[in-house]
Each structure stands twice: as structure tokens, then as C-alpha cells.
């Protein structure tokens, strides 16, 4: 009996050396030529077929197109409802000015729509609203949107919004004033700070020779969830949160660059007497209508606007420019670039699915291509810059990399109330710059998670 037992023994061995040699040889092979995909289980094979109405909020984004406020996204609803036929979206307008209390008000009350609009609002994105869409996503279909896209949507490793398009800010120069003062717009699109101001200052004067000024170099404003003049006040390299998310907007870089706004105003005396007191509508009215602005720092939607205005013969000639550079060498700017759609906690997972389907077809390829008529930019890799023939909007799409993202802070829209604040208070000249960033701190520091 052990005698055939050793036999067997002597037997197996060499068959199961075999067969380690061949998986060892052979295994790198298989894998190679059947590489195994990236699956995600959770994706529906199948197109969803639930039917119904979904409800959905959105802000106004002016179309070049037509002149509206809604168009755009309008017809990519009617062109969704066609495919899907059963299935309605209850569209209601927002608008900027009352649209965020609308949405602070349903989230109160519990009364918020199936989408909404999120861009990197994180205030949101903490109040447990919304559906993590990860698991309705491939690893492709995520990877194939822009990185900072994704960063503006992302907190705690999860997706919270689908991201659509992106936008930014630069410096809108009117032309005819430059060309009035004998002054070149700056080569490229690129100044120092110094120089800026220096141009500011030719831009100042005295238009009918009597004493007072009737033109001025820049106007602005100050006010929360807008970042139009932080290409300035980060440039010099100052963060609000450092890498371990401690708040840090109170060393040498930030003081250097509140001290660059502050000093337009107060020092060189470039502004329209109304920085830091007028609104955003306000600040804009003097530049695209009373014509008495220079420079205006603003969102790329205003393009669209002047080149309408120009078309109706109501315009003026107008120029793009970075923001001035400071001690990092390189134009930054601010922003919560990234306009993206939520989808609000569901029980019916079918209406889930095709909400979600919804938010694909929007943020489809073929729609990003159409996202010049909004102004604004594409979220997707392999779309790249759609303004081929548009050396303005072309200009600030080459400077997408250098947008620093408004940190994804839970507290952030309580925080940027303070800070903002603070800086206006500086700009009128209440405040020294020391003053108002230890005031900030404090603040900031005293916010209850």
C-alpha cells in the first residue's frame, strides 16, 4: 500500500511542476491578450425605463444665439423628451439674484426639485441632498471629464454633481479709451502688476478739461460667491486653506495682495468712486453702457454681451487680458468655474436612473461642442478649445490650468462672507490690511462645523 501511494506521489510531482511552468509562462500572456476591463457593477445594462415628470431649477445663461436667457438648455429638454417619450421635465427659471434663497428656502422646507444646479457650491454638497453618482458612472465616463471639473464636484472621494460646462474670469479692456490715450493693450494679454497700474493711470482723466474726472481706469465690486478681483489678491501666491485644509489667508502673500486692491483705490486713485460700494449690475453698467471704464475684471459671459451690443450698433471696440502677474510669474485666477447639475436624494431608483440619464445627454459631447453659444467652456478631455477662430475667448481658455478652485470647505459660504467683508471694508479704507486679515481670522476661526 505505501509502495503505491509513493508511485502516485512520484507521479503527481512532475505533472504539477508542469503545470506551475506552463501558468508561470503562459499566465503574463492570457493577461496581456485578455486584459480584464474596469467594470462597474452597478451600471444598468439597459437604458432606464421609467416614465413620469422630473422637476428641474436652473440660472439664466444668455445664449449668442438667440438672446435668451433659457433657450439653450430648453432645447436640450424638448430633445431629451423626445427621445424619452413619457418622460417630462418640469423646468422652473432661477434667477441670480433670488435663485440662491430660492433653493436655501427648499432645502428648509424640503421642497427642493429633482435637479438643481450645484457648480462647486460644497455648501450643498454638506447638507446631505444630494445623490453620490459614482455608482451610476463608468470609470471611463468619469475619467473622461477635466480634472479641475471634477475637483469642483468631488468632497469626501465622492461625485456629487455632474459637471457641464466651465467658466472663468479675465480682464475686459475697452479698446476705443486705450486707443483715445495713445496706450497699447498689453502684448499677449500678459502685464506685471506694475504695469497695470501705470496703464490704470493713463486711463484716469479728465475728459472735458474742467477739474473733475470723467474716466477711470477699473471698476469692480466686492461681494460674496463672486471672485472677479482674486486673480489680483492671489497673485503673489497666497492660499486661504493650506494642503491639510488649516486656514492660512493671514501670511505676507496674502497681505501683498489684499495690499494690491486696497492700493487701486486708495493709493493710486484708478477706480470709479464706487468700488466697494456698488453692486455688480452697477459696476458693469458703467463699463458696457456709460463707457467710462478701462478695465473690468469679469466672467467670459460678457463677451458675449459686448459682441452683441456691437452688432446692434450700441458697442464699442473691446480686447481680453490676464490678470496682472505677481511674485509667482503667472496669471491666476478664482473661481467656482464649474457649472455642474445635483440630483436630490430619491426613493424611486428608476426615476433615479433617468434622471441621471438626463444629466449624460446635457453633458453629452455633442452638446459640449455647442457650449460656444453660452460662452463658456467645455468639461470634457477629448473636446479641447472650441474657439478655433475666437482669439479672445481662445485666450482665456489657454489659461483654464492656472483657475485655483474655491476650496472645498463645508463652511466656505459662511467663510467667504467674512473674508470678502473684511476686503471690502479695506478698499474703502476703514481698515488697514493687517487689521482686516487678523479680523478675518478671528471670524473664521470662531464658525461652529
Known sequence: MKKKMKNKRKILKPILVSILILFVLLGPYYFFVFEPNEVNYNISKTPPQWTGVISFWDYPRLDHKTGGGFTWIGQKIKAFEKKYPGVYIDFQPLTWEKGGSKIEEAITTGNLPDILPVGGEYHYINKDILEPLDDFLTVEEIRSFE?????????????????????????????????????????????????????????????KGKGNITHYGINSFIQPEYYNLWGIILSDGAEIFNEKMEYSFNDERAKTGVQKVIDLKQIYAVTHPKFGENTSNQAWTTFYQDKNIGVIPTGTWSLNVLERLSNEGKGFNYTVAMYPTGSIKKPVVMSNMVGSYGVTKQE???????????????????????????????????????????????????????IVIIPPHPQWKEIDAIIQEEIRQGVLGNKTVDQLLKDAEEKVRSIKP
Not at 159 to 182: E, H, S
Not at 191 to 202: A, P
Not at 348 to 357: A, C, F, H, V, Y
Open 147 to 207: 480634472d479641475n471639473a471634477l475637483k469642483a464636484v468631488r468632497y469626501n472621494g465622492k461625485m456629487w454633481a455632474m459637471p457641464w460646462m466651465m467658466t472663468t474670469y479675465g480682464m475686459v479692456l475697452n479698446v476705443d479709451m486705450f486707443q483715445q490715450r495713445g496706450i497699447e493693450p498689453p502684448t499677449d494679454g500678459m502685464w506685471t502688476y506694475e504695469e497695470f497700474v501705470e496703464t490704470l493711470q493713463q486711463l484716469t482723466y479728465d475728459s
Open 348 to 402: 424611486d431608483r428608476e426615476k433615479l436612473m433617468m434622471m441621471i440619464e438626463f444629466l449624460k445627454f446635457v453633458s453629452s459631447d455633442e452638446y459640449q461642442m455647442e457650449l460656444g453659444r453660452l460662452g463658456v467652456f467645455p468639461v470634457k478631455k477629448n473636446i479641447g478649445n472650441i474657439y478655433g477662430e475666437d482669439p479672445l475667448m481662445s485666450l482665456l481658455y489657454e489659461n483654464i490650468d492656472n
